[in-house]
């Protein structure tokens, strides 16, 4: 009578299991009815964990951080994964939550298959392991004294088959490749600082006045420098609200009586910028103080204090014919 067979007469008669019975019948009767082989229901339950591992072990090799792949499935209230001796290993109640088995029925078909494949002289790709958290939520090869302590078993692939036959996808071989030149370019760079900052170090604490000296010489230089650009960018901005003040005044000396310095600040600021921001009022603060000492030094500007609704302005109106002429010219050219 084979192995797991019931024969009467010399004739296999059934199958039988364990005192752990699997739903259906673990093992039956082949097509020949000369052995027990194990059911297609346990078999598609195997076929159904190991592709389950299988694409949690790629995932998790693949370090998905975007909730993306089956590890996301994973209960998050226990350390749900660890590494032991090149392979990955996940909390049998997450692989239980992923698959949809039954926590002893993944134990049970294990022990089963493993044995099985024992008698055959093959081994199988699943690895099984207990470990035990300690006080920090570690885990430990061996229980500690207290006895209350709770055990956690943990399966995954066996090291040679994630070794020689992951399969793993090409996107994954791209982040790996990825994340590795990011890795090294990283280290490069941190190393670089690191021997620069030490570098440096011994030469300032071999050399502290020289250092101090150079240090107060070279602030002085960048605040310089800081300086002339600023007073550079205002020089600038401060001709081109010139010009454009100009402009007006041009514009409107043959009909008009000129502006008074406050009405023509703000015509320009509004025109600029007509939502409240702080170009405007920089415009206002920084730039309109140095146009009106450029046009009070500007002889081709008549300027005079006019009482206007009972306040005393500063007036000023454009009387350079000459000068006229030529802004108007190009005034209509740009228009």
Known sequence: CPLYGRCENGILADCLWDDADWDGGFYVPSSQGDQCVISPTAMESMLKLHSSLVDL??????????????TCQLPTKEPETIELDSSIMFMLEGV??????DELDILTLLAKIDSTTAEN???LDIIVETRFPDEDGHV??????????????????SNTYIATQLPTPFFCWIRIIVWDLAGICWNLFTSFLSLLSHFLWSVASANPLPTLAFGVISYIGIWIHKRRTKIGDLRRE???IQNLAYDKLVLDCDEGEGYAALHLRDEIAHELYPQPCAARMHLITNIWPRVVVAVRADNRITKRRKSMRGKNLEWWEWVAGASKNTRSRRHEKEE
């Open 140 to 157: 430990q090869t061996e229980k500690e004294d207290d006895e209350s302590a709770v055990d956690y078993i943990y399966i995954g692939l």
């Open 57 to 70: 072990t790629v995932d998790y090799a693949c370090r998905s951080k975007f909730g993306l792949g089956p």
């Open 238 to 240: 401060t001709a081109s």
């Open 96 to 101: 239980a939550n992923v698959t949809g088995l």
């Open 121 to 123: 002289g093959e081994s």
